[in-house]
């Protein structure tokens, strides 16, 4: 604990020495050609690369397993059950999974994720529903549907700070992933795995990728699904049913060929659909879709967008999003963003301040605006500093923290709000 305290106190000073480091080795934006290749994948590798000093317990890479066909939506009850047991709460009575969470190894788990989940909610969850419940409150009262792009498996903050949406559609890099089988559930590295693909989120608010990868894979948790499932079970929501789904060409949402033999359009998206009760009883939706949101990819497959452009009047949220709608080459997705959010809540590496049409937008600040780590130290924002530093419209205070500024004393978030009609 005394180290893990050490590590946190200079977690950004480490950063700023790997980040001088490995910025020499970064392309440059001035040539455009160069810049138009430039992919979510790209950004994401130089984060994970450029944050190794933060803890990992995980040190093992595994070698490739051959894995079995699981693209048919799996039974319910063993989805809830593999739910609660990858969050370290009882499965029910009945489950096949009560043996495996007989054993002394589980229930060390489940005690230590006990821990970690009650000091997530005195630090996070707690003072997240109550700013949110005060701040946000117009803002769920229109907000039927939330847009989380750049959000890999991250249910937890989106549903907390939007608790009752009923549709929530996240896109990220990670692969969408299946129900773990019950011979990765009985895998001895799972639970240590688990343990630290959650510990940045849980302590920084934000997930390391690579790391993530590297953890999951090793126990054959093949993707973003498994982490969304925890999230939904820690979070007081039960697993309706959950269906493979696909996003065809024209972005429309199909079932995914269970018949793997058969070649699949290349133009097409793959996804997840989750359907849940929420706390309160009510229904919810919740769509991952693996998906590279740069012009340059869009170019090719559009698909994402065009799903997107159906859902009518969104509300967005941003968060940890590695400043890619800063960028040239991410026009597509800032560009539908602005024109199809009536709300738009983020921290300062969603949407440059530059973007926002003068006069189509009210703003409201909240917590400190700092310059950005050194990974995006050429993303700062003037207009953001002086928006802070405002003396008749002062800046709100934010009880927690969030993103890569993610100390409470450091971190921003920036609600926008539609003032002018709609784009078609």
Not at 151 to 168: A, C, E, I, K, R
Request: with cysteine; charged share 20%; net charge positive.
């Amino acid at each position: 604990m005394f180290f893990r305290t050490v590590a946190l106190r200079f977690l950004p000073a480490v950063l700023l020495l790997l980040t001088a480091c490995s910025e020499s080795g970064t392309k440059t934006e001035t040539n455009a050609s160069s810049a138009a290749e430039e992919t979510m994948a790209t950004t994401a590798d130089a984060i994970d690369s450029s944050q190794s000093a933060l803890p990992n317990t995980a040190t093992t890479t595994a070698t490739a397993v051959p894995r079995p066909n699981r693209l048919i939506a799996p039974d319910t009850a063993y989805a809830q059950d593999v739910a609660l047991f990858l969050g370290g709460q009882q499965p029910s009575q009945h489950s096949n999974l009560t043996q495996l969470a007989a054993q002394p190894g589980w229930q060390a788990f489940a005690k230590d994720q006990d821990k970690s989940w009650a000091n997530y909610r005195a630090t996070h969850t707690t003072r997240m529903t109550a700013w949110a419940g005060t701040e946000l409150d117009s803002v769920h009262r229109s907000s039927p549907t939330i847009f989380y792009p750049f959000s890999g498996p991250d249910f937890l903050n989106v549903v907390t700070m939007f608790p009752t949406s009923q549709t929530y559609v996240l896109m990220g890099l990670e692969p969408v992933g299946s129900v773990p089988a019950l011979t990765s559930l009985e895998n001895p590295k799972l639970f240590p795995a688990v343990k630290a693909s959650l510990w940045s989120v849980l302590n920084f608010s934000f997930f390391r990728t690579n790391d993530m990868a590297v953890d999951l894979k090793s126990v054959e948790l093949d993707g973003a699904l498994p982490l969304m499932m925890l999230f939904a079970a820690r979070t007081g929501n039960q697993i309706i049913a959950i269906r493979p789904v696909q996003l065809d060409a024209a972005g429309k949402l199909v079932d995914t060929l269970t018949d793997t033999t058969q070649a699949a359009d290349p133009k097409t998206v793959p996804g997840v659909e989750m359907k849940l009760r929420g706390p309160d009883g009510q229904p919810k939706t919740v769509y991952y879709f693996s998906a590279d949101l740069s012009d340059w990819k869009l170019n090719a497959k559009s698909a994402p967008l065009q799903f997107v452009r159906t859902l009518g009047p969104l509300t967005t949220y941003v968060k940890s999003a590695s400043y890619l709608m800063h960028k040239a080459y991410f026009n597509q997705v800032r560009r539908l963003v602005l024109r199809r959010s009536r709300y738009i809540l983020q921290d300062d590496s969603g949407i440059a301040m530059k973007y926002f049409q003068k006069g189509a937008w009210q703003f409201n600040y909240y917590g400190t605006y700092r310059r950005p780590i050194n990974l995006f130290a050429k993303h700062y924002q003037p207009e953001l500093t002086a928006a802070y530093r405002d003396t008749v419209r002062k800046p709100k205070a934010l009880p927690f923290g969030t993103g890569y500024n993610w100390r409470q004393t450091d971190s921003n978030l920036l609600l926008s709000r539609r003032l002018v009609p709609l784009a078609d």
